[in-house]
């Protein structure tokens, strides 16, 4: 059955592998992001650029333009990710990465939540650098703490939408050789591997596990 899947952030990295992901399989992808890609463009994806998560009016421009639109899937991928050093702590780049990976998100649900069906699916893209036990080494002070705040953001979400009987997934991509980790490494797997991860976690995600925080590998994660 063909789905109606929103998908932000797709203009490359793990986004631009989901949207490419859904689009073979046949269902009709809306890309969200701030500037298109020529590997977006060529997806065959309906592309919505010149929406950034961070900027309110923005988000409207995209209700806008999805009005009517029946959203079976909902991935909130966008996101940033910095790091800051205890004694230079740039709290400007914590504010930044609240705006964009905790508020974004719950931004873009509020705004398209009217537009799910009964048994939609919303996924936060998150990280498990966002969890309290699994911290063993410190640093990273905004990123941290701005996943921490969107998982229980999540949480809450897989709380109100049930009655509407929307399940909700909170995913940890692993460790992706994307743009975003230049300089911490080479990642352990790719954007398209993740996408297939990702994707599977998203097929098994019902309401009875509507709210789990997983790895895309299946792991159920500690908070």
């Not at 966008?78 to 790091?83: H, L, Q």
């Not at 941290?144 to 953001?153: F, G, H, Q, V």
């Not at 976690?201 to 509507?210: F, G, Q, V």
Request: hydrophobic share 35%; with cysteine.
């Amino acid at each position: 059955m063909k789905k109606n899947i929103v998908i932000t952030g797709a203009n490359r990295g793990i986004g631009l592998s989901l949207t490419k992901h859904y689009q073979q399989q046949g269902h009709q992808v809306f890309g969200s992001c701030r500037n298109s890609s020529a590997e977006l463009d060529a997806s065959g994806a309906m592309v919505i650029d010149g929406i950034d998560v961070s900027n309110d009016a923005s988000i409207a421009q995209l209700s806008a333009k999805l009005n009517g639109t029946e959203i079976d899937l909902l991935i909130n991928n966008a996101g940033i990710f910095r790091n800051e050093v205890l004694g230079n702590i740039d709290h400007d780049s914590i504010q930044k990465q609240f705006t964009v990976n905790t508020f974004g998100p719950l931004k873009i649900t509020e705004a398209l939540h009217n537009y799910f069906s009964e048994n939609s699916k919303l996924v936060m893209i998150t990280s498990r650098m966002g969890s309290i036990s699994d911290n063993t080494n410190g640093g990273f002070y905004g990123y941290r703490m701005s996943k921490a705040a969107l998982n229980i953001a999540a949480i809450s979400l897989s709380h109100d939408l049930r009655q509407k009987r929307v399940s909700v997934a909170i995913i940890h991509p692993g460790f992706v050789g994307t743009d975003m980790i230049s300089g911490y490494g080479d990642g352990d797997i790719t954007p398209d591997q993740a996408a297939e991860r990702i994707a599977q976690r998203i097929e098994e995600l019902n309401l009875k596990n509507s709210g789990t925080f997983w790895h895309s590998n299946g792991q159920v994660l500690p908070w």
